[in-house]
């Protein structure tokens, strides 16, 4: 059973912090909401790590809005819901496309610099796409551009403090609403702080698997303190694997952006035979589940451990100039873009589920929010179309301060303790379990997924709950109960989705299944498993 708290404490014996405020993680969802609530708040910025530590500062490909006058909301509507597989909210993708335009507005303003061609936005086109609508910023390093820009931003506002290098054990909780969190300083002292509205912005969950995308602080934090609190959290068995990732002795699994692919690069098995005309009439621009699929299949088929991505047919000087942060990494391991196939496999990438949000960012505990890729607004279904997630952020960050402007003052002070029975520590080291954990989840829960397998994945991972019964003090120790609170649920919603869908793929039950299977799978600490409709939250 996963404990409400993980360590014993008493309200009155801690010092307490107290602002209007709380923001918990960096990243564009974090970095964007702080901005936005300044402007009228006190806002408690708190980083595991610092501001430059973030899946964002990673995001090539760019950023998904309407802009040009040959696309449009419907457009940009359609190709979200069929990439999202019959479970995206209509009305959540609904608001997505009509107010990203003015987000990226928002994201200008505070000094992001997109790049242009003849004094205009340069669009590019990525998988299961209609239109060309992706912005980016020095080719293909859209993330680090908008962390630039709003980082420099939060640290010249006075209205906004930064804890960084500090870690949030749990949220603070009494009569369904957050009071605020628990927080463990660099040395170790823990502090209350008291907020008026508390905003989750803490990322996904992709160090879950072994090999990933993600850095190494994608712990799903926020998802498991979520859950611990009383939250709903959604769809988790839906993890998007990215298709290309680099796959070459010494080098870490960097992405190979799908804009890549956008930009006319083609697929090759280990043969040299281009090969996505089997598996969908779209080829390298069909969504990311099929052609990671078909990586696999063709890496099982040519008994190899990666597939190539040709960009050869390009000038040097075009993938200088379009992709300079993957030619210049890719250069680093004696791999030239412009005129070498890039050997690249999947890597575990997004986790379209999350803390189930209404459409103003708002979960079920009172005055906690979600923003980002630790949410599930609805908008992404069983499948996240390209660049929709950083027109996600800004889209539901200033719906979530919209909705903070009419919340009551806190009127009362909770009555909260946690004290139990937990005895000894943590035997074997974090680092050998946390490599266990992702060894079990990429055996079992990974791109390719069947009921024995996962039976005997939970399995393991629940032998792996006395965790809790131990005295958890360090950052890597709330790490891994995270990871494991995360992996138990992704593991037993996989389990229980008798179909494959978007990013979840049961080798036993390999169709879609409409009939009985188009809905939610929702957990909540207190009663499980449920299931919900595909309707607009």
């Known amino acids: 059973m996963i404990p409400r708290y993980l360590v014993d404490f008493n309200l009155d014996e801690l010092p307490q912090v107290h602002t209007d405020v709380m923001v918990i993680g960096a990243g564009i969802a974090g970095l964007f909401t702080s901005i936005k609530a300044s402007e009228q708040y006190k806002v408690l910025m708190v980083t595991k790590k610092s501001l430059l530590d973030s899946n964002t500062r990673y995001a090539q490909g760019g950023i998904a809005a309407v802009i040009s006058d040959e696309d449009s909301p419907a457009y940009h509507s359609q190709d979200t819901l069929i990439a999202g597989a019959g479970l995206c909210s209509p009305s959540a993708v609904d608001v997505l496309v009509h107010e990203g335009p003015a987000g990226v507005q928002d994201l200008i303003r505070m000094g992001t610099q ?12 990525e998988g299961a796409h209609s239109q060309r609508r992706i912005l980016h910023a020095h080719g293909d390093a859209t993330g680090a551009e908008i962390v630039r820009a709003l980082s420099e931003k939060t640290k010249q506002d006075p209205n906004i403090d930064l804890w960084d290098d500090h870690f949030v054990i749990d949220l603070i909780t009494d009569g369904g609403e957050c009071f605020g969190a628990l927080v463990q300083k660099p040395d170790g002292q823990r502090v209350i702080v008291r907020a008026k509205a508390t905003i989750l912005c803490t990322g996904g ?30 769809d988790v068995e839906f993890i998007q694997f990215h298709p290309t990732a680099l796959c070459y002795p010494g080098a870490p699994r960097f992405l190979v952006s799908e804009a890549v692919r ?24 069909a969504p990311r589940d099929i052609v990671a699929r078909a990586i696999v299949n063709e890496m099982e088929l040519t008994k190899s451990t990666f597939v190539y991505i040709d960009f050869t047919h390009e000038s040097e000087e075009t993938v200088k100039h379009r992709f300079p942060t993957i030619y210049e990494f890719c250069l680093n391991y004696g791999l030239d873009l412009s005129s070498d196939w890039i050997p690249v496999a999947p890597a575990a990438h997004y986790m379209m589920g999350g803390v189930k949000t209404n459409l103003d960012g708002e979960t079920r505990v009172g005055r906690l929010f979600a923003c980002g890729e630790v949410s599930s607004t609805g908008v992404h279904g069983a499948n996240r179309l390209a660049s929709n997630s950083l027109s996600e952020a800004i889209v539901f960050g200033r719906r979530i301060m919209e909705r903070i402007h009419q919340l009551p003052p806190l009127d009362r002070n909770p009555s909260v303790s946690a004290a139990s029975s937990r005895t000894g520590h943590v035997k074997q080291p974090m680092v050998e379990k946390k490599l266990k954990l992702q060894k079990i989840m990429l055996r079992y829960v990974g791109l390719k997924r069947s009921a024995a397998g996962l039976e005997k994945g939970y399995g393991e991972l629940k032998r792996q709950l006395a965790i809790f019964d131990s005295c958890l003090t360090k950052r890597e120790d709330f790490e891994f109960a995270n990871l494991l609170t995360c992996a138990l649920l992704t593991t037993e919603a996989a389990l229980i989705r008798e179909e494959s869908r978007g990013g979840h793929y049961r080798e036993d039950f390999p169709e879609k299944d409409d009939l009985l299977w188009r809905k939610h799978t929702v957990f909540s600490r207190e009663d499980g498993i449920t299931e919900g409709r595909v309707d607009d939250v």
């Not at 997109?114 to 086109?125: C, M, S, V, Y």
């Open 114 to 125: 997109f790049d242009l061609e003849n004094g205009e936005f340069a669009l590019t086109k």
């Open 262 to 285: 956008g930009e006319g690069a083609i697929l090759r098995n280990i043969n040299g035979e281009r090969f996505m005309e089997k598996y969908d009439p779209q080829l390298e621009l």
């Open 205 to 234: 969950a992709g160090q879950l698997y072994r090999y990933t995308t993600n850095p190494d602080i994608a712990t799903g934090d926020g998802i498991a303190i979520a859950y611990r609190a009383g939250a709903l959290v959604q």
